[in-house]
């Protein structure tokens, strides 16, 4: 089975680009998504004892976690201790069960593939990028978006060209879905024959 990491900074397009993998039958893992169901499930407790007030009935609620956090970015670190060991864990079960049934391929999105070191746990490192007037363009559309916000959580990425430097594939997302579809579709026979040979 080959492993495939998918990345790209905010807005890049990196889910859009892990379901089109996913439509040529890999495995699809969206860490942003395990993420969203740990914070109404098992990761509550953790995150409720060292942020009590991001807790709600309905678990950690995560306007008021990132409110917590631009006050303190000192908590980021802290909260990352307490999430990506969890989804590390979600992610090895799940690579675990493709293999076991036979799956050619497994495409783990992770939005924080070089900063968390999970480029070492994948085969084959893929890029969503875009030029960043799409990328702002797209970002600053989102509801609750600011500028000050966008450039926060740039600041804490790798940048865009530095990804773009250690991808094996870069998809560019700058144009349509039907575009990013050919590179995709063109990767994924690289890839199988490659496993061929
Ligand atoms: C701070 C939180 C509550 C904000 O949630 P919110 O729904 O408002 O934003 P969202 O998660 O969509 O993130 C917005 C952008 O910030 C980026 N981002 C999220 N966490 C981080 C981080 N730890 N470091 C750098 N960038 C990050 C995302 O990739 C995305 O591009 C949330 O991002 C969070 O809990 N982050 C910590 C867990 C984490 O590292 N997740 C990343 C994927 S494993
Ligand atoms: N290949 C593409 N062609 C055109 N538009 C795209 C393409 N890929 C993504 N988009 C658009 O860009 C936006 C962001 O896409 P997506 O959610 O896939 O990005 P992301 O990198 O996963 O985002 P984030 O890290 O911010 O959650 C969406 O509005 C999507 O429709």
Do not use: W
């Amino acid at each position: 089975m080959i492993v495939i990491g998918v990345t790209g900074s905010i807005g890049m397009g990196k889910s859009t680009t892990a379901r089109l993998f996913a439509a040529h039958g890999a495995v699809l893992h969206d860490a942003d998504a395990v993420v969203h169901a740990l914070y109404r499930g098992e990761a509550v407790p953790l995150v409720a004892a060292r942020f009590p007030e991001a807790i709600t009935e309905e678990g950690v609620d995560r306007v008021k976690l990132a409110a917590i956090l631009a006050e303190d970015p000192a908590a980021l670190p802290v909260l990352e201790a307490i999430v990506h060991p969890m989804v590390q864990a979600v992610e090895a079960e799940r690579m675990a069960a493709a293999r076991s049934e036979g799956r050619a391929m497994f495409v783990t999105d992770v939005p924080l593939l070089f900063e968390t070191g999970a480029e070492n746990r994948v085969d084959v490192v893929v890029v969503a990028s875009a030029p960043s007037e799409i990328q702002a363009t797209r970002v600053l559309k989102r509801p609750g978006m600011t500028p000050e916000r966008f450039a926060a959580i740039l600041a804490r990425q790798v940048p865009d060209a530095e990804k773009r430097r250690r991808a094996h594939f870069i998809v560019d997302t700058g144009h349509s879905k039907e575009a990013s579809a050919l590179i995709v579709a063109d990767i994924v026979r690289a890839l199988a024959a490659k496993a061929a040979a």
